[in-house]
């Protein structure tokens, strides 16, 4: 059975009934269950408008149970964009196909001083992305792209088109570690609306991504949805929930983290059909949690200062740091359209500093995979 299959029987009506009118009672049975006994009833119950009221308390179990799976660290990541160019109409996307931007793809000289500049402030897992352009930034331009890169920078993972097991298992083997897909939305209806035109327009063969990844040996799964697509976040948030236990359950071998993005201002001008507050975003951090007590939780620069400092407190795991949207931003900026606007426009020093002053170390390399760099890096470090 794959995904697709079960959130296709995930009894919406009856969550999103405990969701929006779960009890004090219920709240209370949610938050008394064990870390590894809550069911996605529970989860809908601690999402609901009565858990909310009770933030705190949320927070304070979220935060007991992230300190005792994580410690006191914060995996620093920073995404890497290759390519703005893109054969897809997606509504929300600063990237879309006909948006009058300036659009660039990095050439391998590029690609590594953009590498080199994160190298420099620190970073060791980076991010790579770009449109969904099967000719342009294809497999045969990704596979060289992660070669080339996989020879300096310790952990690499992908933020592109969809594919199949076949290609993934070439760009594993090439030193990508870790995929992660967006599903965006999780409702079939909203999904056809905002994706107008492209490869992407395929709602199952982006929702079983992750799957066919996690086959071709990807260690890391990175999925969410885009929050602001859907008029109703706990829906999404229960689905993605769904989506991230059944990976935990089916694709052990991976790690399975689960971001939380809402929506920014793009090129797109799009309007969000729902604006989820700063309280609720917390809400949903603490949810996630309390039901997913081993995932990642990543928060991007999408969100101000403040906030993320926040959150870093009760559940969130992986974070970006002085981060560019457009292709060549770090070495360049401004001489590509960005996908969107960042809120967090700290440095990378500032974020880490400010972590180690709320208690938190910054963690900029992860040994669970050893890549040829890594044992580089390693070897540096003995």
């Known amino acids: 059975m794959t995904f697709a299959d079960e959130l296709a029987r995930l009894p919406f009506g009856r969550l999103l009934d405990l969701a929006h009118g779960a009890s004090p009672a219920r709240v209370d049975r949610a938050l008394a269950a064990g870390p590894l006994g809550r069911t996605l009833e529970d989860l809908a119950a ?12 949320l927070a304070r179990a979220s935060h007991r149970l992230t300190v005792a799976r994580f410690g006191r660290t914060i995996r620093m990541y920073a995404p890497l964009y290759l390519s703005n160019e893109c054969l897809s109409s997606c509504a929300y996307c600063g990237f879309a196909k006909d948006l ?25 897992q980076i991010l790579l992305l770009t449109g969904e352009h099967e000719r342009a930034t294809g497999v045969d331009f990704l596979e060289e792209r992660i070669r080339l890169l996989s020879r300096e920078v310790p952990q690499i993972q992908i933020e592109v088109q969809v594919w199949g097991e076949a290609e993934y298992r070439r760009l594993v083997a090439a030193g990508c570690e870790g995929v992660v897909i967006y599903q965006e939305t999780y409702d079939p209806g909203t999904y056809a609306r905002v994706h107008l035109g492209g490869r992407k327009r395929n709602f199952r063969w982006r929702l079983l991504g992750p799957e066919r990844a996690a086959r071709a040996g990807a260690r890391r799964l990175g999925i969410g949805a885009l929050f ?59 949810a996630l ?42 070495e360049h900026p401004d001489e590509a359209t960005e996908q969107f606007e960042i809120a967090d426009t700290r440095s990378p020093a500032e974020v880490a500093a400010r972590l180690r002053e709320l208690g938190y170390d910054p963690v900029w390399e992860d040994w669970a995979v050893v890549t040829p760099a890594a044992e580089r890096s390693l070897a540096r470090a003995g």
């Open 100 to 124: 009058p931007i300036v659009r660039k793809t990095l050439t391998p000289e590029e690609t590594l001083a953009e590498a080199r500049h994160l190298l420099r402030q620190g970073f060791r």
């Open 289 to 330: 949690r309390l039901f997913l007590p081993d995932a990642g939780l990543v928060l991007s620069t999408r969100e101000a200062p403040e906030l993320r400092d926040g959150l870093v407190r009760i559940g969130i795991t992986h974070m970006s740091a002085g981060s560019h949207t457009e292709p060549g931003g770090y």
């Open 228 to 286: 602001g697509l859907h008029e109703d976040w706990r829906r999404e948030a229960v689905a993605v929930a769904a989506h991230a236990r059944f990976l935990q359950r089916r694709h052990w071998r991976s790690q399975v983290n689960v971001s939380v993005p809402r929506m920014r201002p793009s090129a797109a001008g799009y309007r969000p059909r729902t604006l989820i507050s700063d309280r609720e975003l917390a809400q949903l951090v603490c």
């Open 46 to 57: 601690l999402l609901s408008p009565e858990a909310g009221e009770r933030l705190e308390e």
